[in-house]
Structure formats: C-alpha cells, structure tokens
C-alpha cells in the first residue's frame, strides 16, 4: 500500500540549531512531493513541492528538501532554526493518482 | 481573493445530530477535497471531487456525504453526529490533485458530545 511515514513525532531544538526532519514514502514509481506547515491555530501552508528536476528544492523562510530516490525519502532542512519555526510540518505525496497522501505530522519546538 | 473559507469554525453536536461543514474558494479551482486531522494521525482524506458533479471516497469515508453541483461549494455532511468525529475538519482546493499547490481553509473544530 502506497503510505507516507514522518518517524520524528517531537522535534525540540535550540535557536540557531540546524534541522533535519525526515519523510520517506512507499511507491516505486512517479510521485510529487510536498511539504507543509501549520503554525499553531492556523491552516496549512506549502512550504515547497518538488516534481522533477533538481532534487534539491528550496522553499519559504529558508527551508529545503532534498528528493534521493534510492532511498524513497524527501527529507525538509533548515540550516539556523528560529523560534518563529515552532510549527507542525507535514510531509505529503501525491503517487501519480487524484489523492494527496499526508504524514501523520512532526511537531517541531524551537526553544529560544 | 477570499481563497478557501470553511464555516462554522467552531461548533459542538450531540451524538445523533446531522449537520454541514460549508467549504467555498473562490480560484477556479477544479480539485477539492476533505480532511480530518486527529491528534498522531496527520490528516487523513474523507472525500475528494475532481470538478463539479463528481465525487469520490478517501481513506475515510464513513459517517459523512458530500456533493458537488458547483465548481466552487464542496460541503460535507455528517448524517448521524458520532463523538469518533470529534476532529478538527479542513477543506481544500487546487487546480490538480497531482501536481499543484493544495490550499487549504482556516478549518472546523467540531465536538460531538
């Protein structure tokens, strides 16, 4: 079954550390690739989107992600954390059909 | 442009109640769909329309209805209120499923007590 797996449910970091969160899907084939935040009390918002091309992306407020396809993984980085980065950040694929398939979520606490 | 707007944003059922989520954009956007997002679980697909009179199931459709008779209203209906719906309900809206950006409303908090 085609599924999204974020392994990291609690992230709690200091400013300035650098991030790492990780996201891997099952599904050999084509797939787009998203990753989404929500600030606490709001709605989700795209961070990037990879489809194809460079597998290195970069996003909003400094965010990336790299695609490595071996590995089936699209895992989102941000070199300096800031406080205003304590979100809940999403990973979400797309396996070549008309659905979107969420992670269950990483909670990220930046501790200033 | 208004985007995705969700109404009640808060409301509270008893079990057995029937009502409707609203959902509207205002982008022209064929591709709506309807989330629920629980605590641990992520959001998980109720039900997803890719144009105006056409319906399908997600990954979690039972207890709720939806139709499309225009491009731009998607509601949802909860037939018979159960408290395994208590969730938080968010709608969303894109050009295509496959390839685009996802927007999403402010969302709907509903309790069923």
């Known amino acids: 079954a085609q599924s999204v797996s974020q392994h990291n449910h609690h992230v709690i970091l200091s400013e300035a550390a650098s991030l790492e969160l990780g996201c891997n899907y099952s599904?050999?084939?084509?797939?787009?690739l998203f990753w989404y935040v929500q600030y606490p009390g709001q709605h989700l918002q795209l961070l990037l989107k990879?489809?194809?091309?460079?597998?290195l992306v970069k996003g909003i407020k400094g965010f990336e992600a790299e695609f490595i396809k071996s590995k089936f993984s699209f895992n989102l980085r941000k070199p300096s954390v800031q406080w205003s980065d304590t979100a809940e950040y999403f990973c979400?694929?797309?396996?070549?059909?008309?659905?979107?398939?969420f992670g269950t979520g990483t909670r990220l606490t930046i501790i200033p | 442009n208004a985007g995705v707007t969700q109404t009640p944003k808060f409301q509270v059922l008893k079990t057995g109640q029937s009502m409707t989520l609203q959902c509207a954009q205002d982008?022209?956007?064929?591709?709506m769909s309807w989330y629920r997002q629980d605590p641990g679980m992520g959001l998980r697909l109720i039900h997803y329309?890719?144009?105006?009179?056409?319906?399908d199931q997600g990954e979690v459709p039972n207890g709720y209805n939806v139709s499309r008779s225009t491009t731009e209203d998607f509601p949802l209906r909860l037939l018979s209120a159960a408290p395994s719906q208590t969730s938080v309900y968010f709608c969303?809206?894109?050009?295509?499923?496959?390839?685009?950006?996802?927007?999403f409303g402010q969302g709907t908090r509903l309790t069923v007590v």
């Open positions: 979400a694929v797309n396996f070549g059909n008309e659905k979107l398939t």
């Open positions: 982008m022209n956007h064929e591709y």
């Open positions: 969303a809206s894109s050009y295509a499923p496959m390839n685009t950006e996802a927007f």
């Open positions: 329309s890719v144009g105006a009179g056409i319906t």
């Open positions: 990879y489809f194809s091309g460079d597998p």
């Open positions: 599904y050999g084939g084509t797939v787009n």
